[in-house]
C-alpha cells in the first residue's frame, strides 16, 4: 500500500488511511481527533527548524541533517513500513512546500525500508 503525504491542515479523505502527524510540536487550530497518532520523533529537530527558516542552511543541507536525525528513529521507520505494507499510511505535517518539507524526506525513507535498501 502506498505511504501518502498531505498537510495537516486539509480536509481528511477516506483514502487517507493511517493519518499520522509527524511534527515535533502540535499545530495550531488542529482538533486531536483529526489524526490517528503521533510521532514528534520523526518530525525535524527544532535546531534544524530553525536553521531552515533562518535561511542557515540550504535543501540539501536540510536534507543531510535530517536523515542523519532519523538514523535514532530506525525502529519507527520500519514499523511504518510494515503498517504501509497493510494499509495506507499519510504522513501529516504543516508545512506548504511538500517538496521541501520533511515528510517527503521521511516517505522516501519509509519507501526505501519497504524495497529493503
Not at 498537510?7 to 502527524?21: E, F, K, N, Q
Not at 495550531?28 to 481527533?33: C, I, L, M
Amino acid at each position: 500500500m502506498p505511504v501518502k503525504t498531505k498537510r495537516v491542515y486539509d480536509s481528511a479523505t477516506p483514502d487517507d488511511g493511517y493519518r499520522l502527524l509527524v511534527m515535533r510540536m502540535w499545530p495550531r487550530g488542529v482538533k486531536k481527533e483529526s489524526v490517528d497518532g503521533w510521532k514528534k520523533e520523526l518530525g525535524a529537530p527544532k535546531e534544524l527548524i530553525k536553521d531552515w527558516k533562518d535561511g542557515n542552511c540550504d535543501w540539501a543541507e536540510f536534507r543531510k541533517r535530517y536523515r542523519t536525525a532519523m538514523e535514532d528513529q530506525k525502529a519507527e521507520i520500519a514499523e511504518l513500513a510494515q503498517r504501509a505494507g497493510d494499509g495506507t499510511v499519510t504522513l501529516l505535517c504543516g508545512c506548504k512546500d511538500e517538496e521541501r518539507c520533511h515528510r517527503t524526506l521521511l516517505k522516501q525513507m519509509i519507501e526505501r525500508y519497504q524495497k529493503g535498501e
